[in-house]
Each structure stands twice: as C-alpha cells, then as structure tokens.
C-alpha cells in the first residue's frame, strides 16, 4: 500500500471521532472519555487512536477552574486489545504518520489534567500501554493485561518498555513482556500496575467518582504541580529530582500571583480543623473518602 493511500490517514479524519469514542462532563470539571468500539474490543484503529488524542488533548487545553479529571473508560467487555496489527501490516510506513497530535499515548502521558484509568477483561499490548499512560489504574476481578508485543513481532514505542520495569520492576516487566504472562488483576494489584481492584466492571465509574471526590477536594493548581513535578523526576537521580522538587516549589508559588494569600488561609483553615479532628473518622478519612 502506497503511502498516498494508507489506511493512518484515517487517524487525522476528525469528523468521525464521534462514531468511536464519547465525552461526557460526568460532575463538574470531571470529565468521562469513553472508547465506544465495544465489537472489536476497543481496537487501537488509526481513527480510535487520533480520536482519543484529540479529546484527551481538548480537555487538557481547559483552564484549571474548569477540569478536575479525566476519566478513560471503554464500553463493552473489554478495556482495550490494542493497535490494530492489521493496519501496520498493511501499511509498515505507518510511524511517518502518527504524530502527537493523533499518538493518544502522548496525549495522556502529557496531560497536566489528572487521569484514571477504569479497566475491565483485557487490556492487551497497546491498550496496556494506554492504561499505563495514566496517572492511576483501577481495574475489575475480571481484567487481564498482557503484552503481545513478542508474540505479534512487533518493538515497544509508546512507552511500555520504559513504563513498566518502573511499575513493577524489571523481572516481572521481562515476564510480562518476553513470555507474553497475562497478568490478572489480582497479580496486577500486588505488582503495582493497579491501585485498587473492584468486584465488577460495573464497580469501575463509582470508584473513580470516589478517587476524584479527592481530587476536587484538593487544591488545583498544587495538584497539576505535584503531577508535573513527579513525572519529570521520573527521568532524573535521586539527587536531581531533590533539586527540581525546590525549584517546582519556587515556581508553584509564584505561579499563584495575587492567589496566593487566599490559597494558604484556605490551606491553613483545612489544617487547623485536621489537627483538630485528629484520633476521630473525620480526622483521618479527609477529601476523597469523607462520608457526605
């Protein structure tokens, strides 16, 4: 196939990106993105994949007021079996065209909008590295990651190589990677690729609810820094993201402008009362798991 042809075109066509995905403002500024291709298990389509970019994109572009979280989610029985295999045979060309603007790996990783991923069955290779990409995974008993990379002869590029070892460490990253060992959510949980597992894919949406309860309770502009901060130090020693944690925090506040004094009265009011509700179930629980 002919680059003129190449079926990757398909990933930049936005007039479509409503027949495969859908965007709903669940709360407000808690926004649900949802892969809607529940008959093919979510496949990674050169369309799927530019039209997740672009709305994850979309919402990241929104002002701090406005967005508190994205939430990724898939229809159907499966989270996601990853890149369609079918379109890099037919076109191995296909990296010349998928750019950031259409790499839904990226656009997640880049995001300064907290994320979470709701995984139920199979979250294979590509839709692995998807729910990697954000900031927490949940999963249901029923979910399985595996990475077929190996099997389908295809090389790691959107992260997974990299993200992995760090998340679970190197030996169980070479299990899941070189012998292609699905990991169920049970193992995933005590491997770190997950935070919380729920009884049913049904339990998935009330749990993130109750994650970005936390979130919304939170300061926001702290939380985009505290995100930034860590996921640059990712690349760094010990020692260097030392460093570029106290120059995060000097740029924080001065990031804050006149907002400053109101965010600290604000920060130390919430404070005082913890310190007060100390040894109590309101003390300890906070945020995102206080009882309304």
């Known amino acids: 196939m002919s680059n003129k042809e190449s079926i990757w075109k398909t ?11 859908q965007t709903s403002e669940v709360e407000p500024g808690v926004f649900v993105v949802q892969m809607n291709a529940p008959e093919s298990h979510n496949i990674l389509t050169p369309q799927m994949m530019g039209a997740v970019a672009r ?29 369609d295999i079918n379109a890099i045979r037919d076109d191995p060309t296909f990296e010349e065209y ?17 994320t979470i ?10 839709g692995f590295e998807l729910a990697l990409s954000c900031d927490i995974v949940i999963a249901s008993r029923d979910a399985v990651f595996r990475d077929n990379h190996a099997m389908y002869g295809v090389h790691q590029i959107r992260g997974l190589s990299q ?24 193992k995933a949980l005590a491997w770190n690729i997950v935070s919380e597992v729920v009884d049913t894919p049904e339990d998935l949406f009330p749990m993130a609810m109750r994650i970005t309860k936390g979130f919304a309770y939170n300061n926001g502009p702290i939380l985009r820094a505290l995100k930034k901060t860590m996921n640059e130090a990712y690349e760094l020693s010990y020692g260097e993201a030392r460093k570029l944690e106290l120059t995060s925090d000097v740029d924080y506040y001065a990031s804050l402008g006149d907002d400053k004094p109101r965010i600290l009265t604000e920060g130390a009011k919430r404070f005082n009362k913890r310190v007060e509700e100390l040894g109590t179930t309101a003390g300890m629980r906070g945020g995102m798991v206080e009882e309304d």
């Open 55 to 83: 709305e994850v994109d979309r919402l990241s572009a929104m002002k701090v007021d406005e967005i508190t979280a994205i939430i990724l989610m898939s229809s159907g029985k499966s989270f996601c079996a990853g890149i």
């Open 117 to 126: 991923a709701c995984v139920q069955g199979a979250a294979m290779t590509g």
């Open 163 to 186: 993200i992995l070892p760090r998340v679970c460490g190197p030996s169980n990253a070479k299990l899941a990677s070189l012998a292609s060992m699905p990991v169920t959510a049970s």
């Open 98 to 114: 998928i750019t950031r603007s259409v790499d839904p790996f990226y656009a997640v990783q880049e995001s300064p909008v907290p």
């Open 11 to 21: 990933a930049y066509d936005a007039s479509k990106d409503s027949t495969v995905i």
